[in-house]
């Protein structure tokens, strides 16, 4: 059977990095393993990019192009929340798309497929490409939530919690209104939601049914699990930026809320540390708290290894690949049932609870890891239950679905 050629824009893709850059890796040298890819990106990563494809076995499969921009672009792309970087974001998709008409013209290509990046405002000109040529068109996963839940800006300055409230309204508006996002919506054969979220966003605005299909993946590890039930202390585990999407405060008043002096909160994560350091003096629980700063990534596997629960409070994300390597390493997660985390966490290996307000979400936390605590076989149950769902969530698993999905729309 002739191997299908994929035709990917991804803008932003590179080994050995997390974020948008390792996903859109991630997808692309899995996928390879299935299928021949042709894909379009920025020139920021092409050295890294061309030092490792001749290492992999697939790598005959992965044929890259590169539309680079300049630096002081790149560095409003990194500058998350610089709303110029949009204008030179679809001048790079209008130059990709006459690429990608170039290559369509010397390769028969199957599929085109936006990758990234996964925000919905800006679904690149694939789609105008596929109305043109009769290729099928795949967007996806796409972020689309639809609002940011302001409840929990406290703590936020002013100008963030007028920030937040405005993206909100636009976000609404662009969903509803956009002509580019509503033409890529109507041509795509299928779209892929990154979260429950987008999924109901797009149902709300446009009518369209999305499958889930989470951003990121994981890869399965092997760690013995170790019984933890003779420690002393009782070790919760906090990953993020110190900023408000990030809900540390929350984090702090639910140890709070516990009130038990066994609990240990280890905090790891660079930002404005001395703020959260006065708020856990002053609900005194300043000897309960680890403060790790920011450290390598192998100690926050390390980190995770010796810890019995992952708290993950954030309430803005997408699929945050560090919740993933905590179940990949057996760990627990207590979170909200939001955005990718909500999808990726079961009540096999964790419990999340509602988005409500701070001071309900604390109590709801301080419940779920006191019951958690007090039940050591049901802890150490859901931490031998992170071995399935790592298989689950695994890249290998999500490229499967994808090749599936490829096969489907170019019947």
Request: glycine fraction near 6%; aromatic fraction near 12%.
């Amino acid at each position: 059977m002739k191997k299908l050629k994929i035709l990917i824009n991804a803008y932003t893709c590179s080994p050995g990095m997390g974020s948008e850059p390792g996903m859109a890796w991630n997808w692309v040298s899995n996928l390879a393993k299935f299928r021949e890819l042709y894909v379009i990106t920025e020139g920021e990563f092409r050295e890294k990019i061309e030092e490792v494809v001749p290492t992999l076995e697939q790598g005959k499969n992965m044929h890259f192009y590169y539309n680079p921009v300049t630096d002081e672009i790149r560095k409003m792309c990194w500058n998350q929340g610089d709303w110029r970087f949009y204008k030179y974001y679809r001048e790079w998709q209008w130059k990709t798309y006459l690429m990608a008409k170039e290559i369509c013209s010397s390769e028969h290509i199957d599929v085109l497929h936006q990758l990234n990046m996964i925000g919905f405002r800006e679904p690149g000109y694939l789609w105008k490409l596929s109305k043109e040529n009769g290729v099928p068109f795949v967007w996806g996963p796409v972020d689309a939530k639809d609002k940011f839940p302001v409840t929990y800006l406290d703590g936020a300055s002013i100008k963030t919690k007028l920030f937040m409230r405005l993206k909100n309204f636009l976000t609404c508006i662009q969903l509803r209104y956009s002509g580019r996002v509503l033409k890529a919506a109507r041509q795509a054969s299928i779209i892929f939601s990154a979260s429950s979220n987008s999924q109901r966003s797009f149902k709300k605005y446009m009518h369209i049914d999305s499958p889930l299909l989470n951003e990121t993946g994981c890869y399965v590890q092997e760690h013995p699990i170790t019984d933890k039930s003779q420690k002393v202390t009782f070790d919760v585990l906090w990953v993020g930026k110190m900023d408000f999407r990030k809900q540390l405060a929350l984090a702090l008043q639910t140890m709070a809320a516990i009130g038990d002096n066994k609990f240990r909160l280890h905090i790891v994560g660079g930002g404005d540390a001395a703020f959260y350091q006065q708020m856990a003096e002053g609900l005194g629980i300043a000897d309960q708290c680890v403060w790790h700063g920011a450290v390598s990534h192998d100690e926050v596997q390390k980190l995770m290894q010796a810890s019995d629960i992952f708290f993950f409070t954030s309430v803005a994300e997408g699929t945050p690949h560090v919740v993933l390597e905590a179940i990949g390493n057996n760990l627990p997660v207590v979170c909200f049932d939001t955005c990718g985390q909500g999808d990726a966490v079961n009540d096999k290996v964790g419990r999340k609870v509602a988005l409500s307000n701070p001071a309900q979400s604390a109590a709801d936390f301080a419940k779920q890891l006191n019951d958690l605590e007090h039940d050591r076989n049901l802890l150490k149950q859901l931490s031998e239950n992170c071995k399935q769902r790592q298989n689950e969530l695994s890249w290998e698993e999500k490229a499967k679905t994808m090749v599936e999905w490829y096969e489907k729309v170019k019947l």
